[in-house]
């Protein structure tokens, strides 16, 4: 299993008119939290695009579970908890300041080749990368 913390402070344009975190904007923090997850690993999205791999979303559940307003300060929680294949699924819980869950979603992502439009493997640096965090 292989899990990365990245915080986010909530600005003001991505609240709704009661006060909280619009809906649709929770895919963006799922977003930060994969980009960041992958960079920790010494990689960024970038580099796999300049090497015609993208990454399309094909599945999301998420469930909300509290509301959270302008200013607070979230934890974004990333995990992976099986080495990706041509499919990588991520994993992500939200947290508020006061370390409360409010927020939980799966993202299933393909690697997929830019120009063919077809599933590929993922990169071989990517599963070295990772392999140490699923064998033990």
Known sequence: MYTNDV??????????QMG????????????IGRTELIRKLGMTYRSLETRGIMLPVVKMVVRYIKPVSYDE???IRTVLR???TARITF?????????EVINE????LVFTDSKSRKPV????????????????
């Open 105 to 108: 979603a799966e993202v299933q």
């Open 20 to 31: 909280y975190v619009y809906y649709g904007r929770y895919a963006e923090f799922y977003e």
């Open 121 to 136: 493997r993922p990169p071989k640096d990517l599963i070295e990368a990772l392999l140490p965090f699923f064998t033990k």
């Open 73 to 75: 300060l979230i934890t």
């Open 91 to 99: 994993f992500h819980e939200l947290f508020n300041e006061a370390g």
């Open 82 to 84: 099986t080495l990706p």
């Open 7 to 16: 915080q986010q402070r909530i600005r003001y344009g991505e609240t709704d």
